[in-house]
């Protein structure tokens, strides 16, 4: 989607409004499969399950025993139907050849409209399940909220997001807004802007690079008031915003501060309520959309007739602000490309979070047990299951070692998978 | 005994859409003896796309070590952390899909055969394969199309057990 932002650029093509609306409806269903997979396959057993049961028992098979076969099916079903909802506007679930610059491929049939309508209503009825699933589960269990109150998960940064001109928190298009630990907005900028604003860091010991905020400068790994570090992705979005544009949304999002005591959030495990909250989010603005008639108009794409040069697409991914710019010859070929992707944004954050989780978690001249290693590794599954997950090699094993040392820096015990 | 053919890849990067190749291979010429579907991912979409079937036949690219381009080699669930796609960063691994699947009381198959297809290059954009891998699409098509069929066929996988280098 974001692609498909920085090709309209690049060809200086101001897509018709069906078209937008049918990327933005696409992209509701995209979210609601994404997160439903993120947190109900990938992050839920660590809650639902518990941060230290054993590995074998903390996967989804672990969930569906608790939570029983019923509401499994029905998380299979309703990420199903997004995917449906997808292959029905782009042609394919994943991957859709469909954007194209100016616009889309092909205008929504009028049955494929009516079969959306038909399957949106159970998409909200999704997503507020799934807050009362948290509620439930998590909330309501004193061990798991002192988990997401507690110190364990917690960093102090910015937040960046992208916001409609009301400041609440959109996907598809907007400006990005930056707030600072107080929650006070310190930068805003369209896409084309983002070079003046957002610059990235390189360390020698990884091709990963290190986004931070361009007017403060690199400041290093450095939390707190003044760092020039951000996060981007679902919890930050809401920090960076001032409330959702729909109401069953932004009702959630008001219950979620006010169990805060207050806006920003800066807990961590946060991340997954806000997670929860924006596939109520997305499946309210899929039903909003997919009743506008607007979305049946067939003139969905304007033929370019501007050379192409130059452009930049920002969208919100599910996990955080992503960035494409090109630059192309007068043919329209790429010669340089940047990417600023979601998880990206986070690379310092995730470092020190991860960091901080083993620091508290090891404790001094405490046990360490297997556990331990999950409840750091659930540092990182909190921005991104993928990137966790893709630390490990074929066939399957995970290289996560954690050594404890002594205050001489002597290696006293070794716990790795 | 319900027969689907499932073609996973991705026809936009070079031989990464061998799978789906060797699918569209077969459509229209099974008849009524086995489905045939093509997909882009794998994880908890192998749940809705097997639900119902009691036999699948999953073809996907595969890159082992010291492998020829084209070698062709049948798995079980059990050897599928070797393909990308079924042991999915992304998401969850067929096994834990197909458990998962059972444990929900969704009609899995019982009977379930992958097919890696060792590709030459998944990263070049490319919408047909290299020409080691374009080769072997049809014959591969036709061993299945075999095996479902009874009918005689050449075999053109090979068990991995039977690779002639291990990759170690």
Known sequence: ?417 | MKTIVLGLGNTILSDDGAGIYVARALMGRLGGAADVREAELAGLDLIEMLNGYDRAFIVDAIQLDGEEPGAVFRMRPDDIRTTPRLASFHDIDMITALALGRRLQFHMPEEVVIFGVQAEDTLTLGEQCTEAVKRVIPILADEIAGEISGAPHRKISIGLSERRNTGA
């Open chain 1, 1 to 417: 989607m974001a692609s498909g932002k920085a090709v309209d650029a690049v060809y200086k093509a101001k897509i018709p409004a069906a078209a937008a609306k049918l990327r933005e409806l696409y992209y509701m269903a995209h979210f609601i499969h994404s997160h439903t997979a993120h947190f109900y396959a990938l992050a839920a057993p660590d809650f639902v399950v518990g941060p230290d049961a054993p590995p074998a028992e903390r996967n989804i098979l672990g969930l569906v025993n608790k939570v029983g076969i019923d509401i499994g099916r029905e998380v299979i079903r309703q990420r199903e139907i997004s995917q449906i909802i997808q292959q029905m506007i782009g042609g394919r679930a994943t991957h859709p050849v469909w954007n194209l610059p100016g616009g889309v491929t092909r205008a929504l049939a009028r049955e494929d409209r009516d079969s959306i309508k038909k399957f949106a209503p159970g998409l909200v009825g999704f997503g507020e399940f799934g807050l009362k699933l948290f509620d439930d589960i998590v909330l309501k269990n004193k061990a798991y909220l002192d988990l997401i109150l507690g110190d364990g998960y917690e960093l102090v940064t910015n937040y960046m997001g992208l916001v409609d001109d009301k400041n609440r928190v959109t996907f598809y298009d907007g400006t990005v807004r930056v707030v600072d630990p107080d929650g006070k907005e310190i930068d805003r900028y369209r896409e084309s802007e983002y070079l003046d604003h957002v610059a990235e860091h390189v360390e020698p010991y990884t091709y990963l690079k290190f986004p931070y905020l361009k007017k403060l400068g690199w400041q290093g790994f450095k939390e707190g008031k003044g760092t020039s570090l951000y996060q981007a992705a679902p919890l930050a979005r809401f920090n960076a915003a001032d409330g959702m544009a729909t109401p069953k949304a932004q009702a959630a999002y008001e219950k979620m501060f006010a169990t805060f005591g207050g806006k920003p959030v800066h807990k961590l495990m946060a991340m997954h309520w806000a997670r929860l909250i924006e596939i109520l989010y997305a499946a309210e603005r899929l039903v909003e959309l997919v009743a506008d008639e607007e979305i049946l108009d067939p003139n969905v794409r304007v033929i370019p007739s501007a050379t192409p040069s130059e452009g930049v697409g920002i969208i919100e991914a599910p996990r955080g602000t992503l960035t494409h710019h090109y630059v192309t010859d007068a043919r329209g070929i790429v010669t340089k490309a940047n990417l600023i992707v979601g998880t990206t944004n986070n690379n310092a954050p995730i470092s020190m979070a991860v960091k901080k989780a083993a620091m508290k978690f090891i404790g001094k001249g405490g046990e360490v047990k297997e556990g331990l290693l999950n409840m750091v590794e659930m540092a990182f599954r909190i921005y991104d299951p993928c990137f966790s997950c893709a630390t490990h090699s074929l066939p399957g094993h995970m290289p996560l070692t954690i050594e404890i040392k002594n205050a001489s820096g002597e290696t006293v015990r070794t716990v790795s998978r």
